[in-house]
């Protein structure tokens, strides 16, 4: 898979996506790049931030799911799909507090293969697959199942 800057035609696009959803405008969530199959995200703490001077947990949760939902309708545009994407599940494991800039990363889990998906996909019009995201250093992950669904 090739690397795309923040800049690139797909990244724009996703990024105005997210850009129109209020909450996530509010946030400051932005797309960093994408390199290697991993997608990189980041927000400011300040926008972020809890009672404690911290990341708050909502936001952590929120920038490695819209990770992992940018990851999968990246892929799919890239492949040259039209489908709508969901978070079907997700289980997340919070273990140490951020005080600094929400930096997340998502890739699919190591089980999963991106062919599989995009032929599941284009066979039966729906498809499910599953990313692992996760914030830098380690202090919360994500597990998460993402459905697409073909539009039309």
């Not at 190591?110 to 498809?127: C, M, N, S, T, V």
Request: proline share 6%.
């Amino acid at each position: 898979m090739p690397e795309l800057p923040p800049c690139s035609p797909l990244l724009s696009q996703l990024q105005s996506t997210l850009d129109a959803m209020p909450p996530v405008a509010a946030m400051g969530i932005r797309i960093a790049g994408y390199e290697n199959g991993v997608l990189r995200m980041q927000a400011p703490l300040a926008a972020n931030v809890n009672d404690k001077g911290n990341a708050f947990g909502g936001s952590l949760a929120s920038v490695m799911t819209l990770g992992g939902w940018a990851l999968v309708s990246l892929r799919l545009a890239l492949a040259g799909h039209d489908a709508e994407v969901y978070v079907a599940d997700s289980s997340i494991r919070y273990k140490a507090p951020v005080y600094g800039a929400l930096q997340a990363s998502a890739c699919a889990a190591p089980d999963q293969d991106w062919e599989a998906f995009l032929a599941l996909l284009a066979k039966r019009g729906r498809a499910r697959m599953t990313v692992h995201a996760q914030i830098e250093g380690g202090a919360a992950e994500l597990e998460g199942r993402f459905v697409a669904l073909r539009k039309g």
